[in-house]
């Protein structure tokens, strides 16, 4: 599991839709997360992957604000990815936060998609 293998062994990752995860990221600064992001786009595309097409890694990282559900974290989640795929894919964009919370957990959603 590639991804998994990228970032920290206290992310959680999940697999969320075809091309689509999801990583969270526990008592983790939004500065933190985009570096792990970051670190894990670069680990991927150098990655061997052999006989498999390489792809491209767009994604949005957001930091949970205080009292904020994480349906309602995900979401801004998604925005940011968003952000990454319509800039050019291949990329890691943030969702600032406005009153995080202390000791909070960070979002990274991305999605991959094979390149042409």
């Given at each position: 599991?590639l991804?998994?293998?990228?970032?920290?062994?206290?992310?959680?990752?999940?697999?969320?839709?075809?091309?689509?995860?999801?990583?969270?990221l526990?008592?983790?600064?939004l500065s933190?997360?985009?570096?792990?992001?970051?670190l894990?786009?670069s680990?991927?595309?150098?990655?061997?992957?052999?006989?498999?097409?390489t792809?491209?890694f767009?994604?949005g990282?957001?930091q949970r604000?205080?009292g904020?559900?994480?349906?309602?974290?995900?979401?801004r989640?998604?925005?940011?990815?968003?952000r990454a795929?319509?800039?050019g894919?291949d990329r890691v964009?943030?969702e600032?936060?406005?009153?995080?919370?202390?000791?909070?957990?960070?979002v990274?959603r991305?999605?991959?998609?094979?390149?042409?």
């Amino acid at each position: 599991m590639l991804l998994a293998d990228a970032v920290p062994g206290s992310a959680i990752v999940a697999r969320t839709g075809g091309e689509e995860f999801v990583v969270l990221l526990p008592d983790t600064a939004l500065s933190t997360a985009l570096l792990v992001a970051s670190l894990a786009r670069s680990r991927l595309a150098e990655a061997d992957l052999g006989d498999l097409p390489t792809f491209t890694f767009s994604a949005g990282v957001a930091q949970r604000q205080a009292g904020e559900s994480f349906i309602a974290l995900k979401r801004r989640a998604d925005l940011a990815t968003y952000r990454a795929k319509a800039a050019g894919r291949d990329r890691v964009e943030a969702e600032p936060s406005r009153d995080m919370a202390l000791h909070s957990a960070s979002v990274v959603r991305l999605d991959a998609a094979r390149q042409r």
